[in-house]
């Protein structure tokens, strides 16, 4: 069985945005699979035409898209949501109260 370890944001998102991507899930304003799209898209550098062309395969063969286009619309409004709310943050926080991530 595998170990799980609960382990501060910091120690695997590069972007703040991540944090509130996972904060926009944790409190229901988005699904999993948007919350996931746009991760990958801040924290790995990956393009919403590269999320589009990820795909599944089966088993025996069928192909279907990783994520829906409604999916991925969904994951850029979440993007923009979330950069708009660092940005937010990052003007009504005294200097140097930040935390590591909101510095990058």
Same mark, same amino acid.
């Given at each position: 069985h595998m170990k799980y370890e609960i382990r501060p944001i910091?120690?695997?998102a590069k972007k703040p945005e991540v %944090?509130?991507?996972l904060k926009l899930m944790a409190n229901g304003k988005i699904p999993?699979?948007?919350a996931q799209a746009a991760a990958w898209h801040l924290n790995n550098d990956m393009s919403f035409q590269e999320l589009a062309? $990820?795909?599944i395969r089966s088993a025996i063969g069928l192909r279907r898209p990783?994520?829906?286009p409604?999916?991925?619309q969904a994951a850029m409004q979440a993007v923009m949501v %979330?950069?708009?709310m660092v940005l937010e943050r990052q003007k009504t926080e005294p200097a140097g $109260?930040?935390?590591s991530l909101s510095r990058n």
């Open positions: 910091e120690d695997y %944090a509130e991507i999993q699979r948007v062309a $990820k795909e990783y994520f829906s409604l999916e991925l %979330a950069n708009r $109260k930040s935390d």
